[in-house]
């Protein structure tokens, strides 16, 4: 079981707009910086977002991040189909001395 | 654009070593960074295993860290991971990684999938 909550799955149609929230506790989210992985199917992760709302170069300003207290947020505008993949996030976990992952997002474009 | 590519065997009895390379293309391992190893079990979530530094420090996940150990050989710009006493529980698709700091990972290799069983 992750320390870090993450909803299984969210939706919608292309064009729209997702958020996917990444809750932890103080000894992680709320003291350590976040980041944000795509692992689109059968493929390895990539990095989407660093240092809470960080994107590296050739990630498109439609991916935001976001966070506040112990929680964190991925946002997705502009939605494509090419979209369709598990979002996870990453923190260090102070309490545990690992570094944790959530469980990770499915992303469906209807 | 930094490439890590791991290798090794893709089956390990129960109990043995698992033994895996991570080959890095296009950088230097000695110029700096940290090297690390992240693994995935079939339909499941990402497992940090451990990170070694540029100073040669490493840190592992209390969890993995009586049974791993990560190493750096600089004259073959080679990351390695070994396993011991592995259990059919260590079955999964193994990555090199790149962490930055405690921070995140910014490059991945391709991974390769591991399986233990007899």
């Known amino acids: 079981q992750s320390v870090l909550t993450q909803p299984p799955s969210v939706s919608a149609a292309p064009g729209q707009k997702v958020t996917i929230s990444c809750s932890g506790s103080s000894s992680n989210i709320g003291y350590n910086y976040v980041s944000w992985y795509q692992q689109l199917p059968g493929t390895a992760p990539k990095l989407l977002i660093y240092d809470n709302n960080k994107r590296p170069s050739g990630i498109p300003d439609r991916f935001s991040g976001s966070k506040s207290g112990t929680s964190a947020t991925l946002g997705i505008t502009g939605l494509q189909t090419g979209d369709e993949a598990d979002y996870l996030c990453g923190t260090w976990d102070t309490s545990l001395s690992a570094y944790v992952f959530g469980p990770g997002t499915k992303v469906t474009v209807l | 654009q930094v490439q890590l590519q791991e290798s090794g065997p893709g089956l390990v009895k129960p109990s043995e070593t698992l033994s895996l390379t991570c080959s890095v293309s296009?950088?230097?391992?000695?110029?700096?960074?940290?090297w690390g190893w992240i693994r995935q079990p079939p339909g499941g979530g990402l497992e940090w295993i451990g990170s070694?530094?540029?100073?040669?420090?490493?840190s592992y996940n209390p969890s993995l860290e009586s049974r791993v150990t990560i190493s750096v050989d600089t004259s073959k710009n080679q990351s390695s991971l070994k396993l011991r006493s592995v259990t059919a529980a260590d079955t999964a698709v193994y990555y090199c990684?790149?962490?930055?700091?405690?921070?995140?990972?910014?490059?991945w290799g391709l991974g390769t999938l591991v399986t233990v069983s007899s």
């Open positions: 990684v790149r962490p930055r700091g405690y921070s995140y990972f910014d490059y």
């Open positions: 070694i530094f540029h100073s040669g420090s490493t």
């Open positions: 296009d950088y230097s391992i000695s110029s700096g960074y940290s």
